[in-house]
Nanobody, 120 residues
Framework: QVQLVESGGGLVQPGGSLRLSCVAS????????IGWLRQAPGKEREAVSC????????YYGDSVKGRFTISRDNAKSTVYLQMNSLKPEDTAVYYC?????????????RGPGTQVTVSS
């Protein structure tokens, strides 16, 4: 059974950093495109970042390019999202997800989410 569990969210000041983690079970990380989505209240779901199944290709949304970095540790079945230079507009619930295609906000499975709040 596919399961994704996120952690690492919290409250951070503008300009700060957070690292989100996603522990995957029930499948191998190199089998599906996997990444991060986010959704803020009243806004549409947004594809933030994604790693191809091979790990050789990455996707970043325009709003996070240069600030966020996605990575994975196959041995730990864990995907990470390092978020630097955080802005108030990054505030959202972040979900780890198995994507149909990197860059699309559509997914086949996702975790329960972790809240990220950027505020002074």
């Amino acid at each position: 059974q596919v399961q994704l569990v996120e952690s690492g969210g919290g409250l951070v000041q503008p300009g700060g950093s957070l690292r989100l983690s996603c522990v995957a079970s029930g499948f191998s990380l190199d089998y599906y495109p996997i990444g991060w989505l986010r959704q803020a209240p009243g806004k549409e779901r947004e594809a933030v970042s994604c790693l191809s199944s091979s790990g050789s290709n990455t996707y970043y949304g325009d709003s996070v390019k240069g600030r966020f970095t996605i990575s994975r540790d196959n041995a730990k079945s864990t995907v990470y999202l390092q978020m630097n230079s955080l802005k108030p507009e990054d505030t959202a619930v972040y979900y780890c997800a198995i994507h149909y295609n990197c860059g699309s906000p559509d997914f086949s499975s996702r975790g329960p989410g972790t809240q990220v709040t950027v505020s002074s």
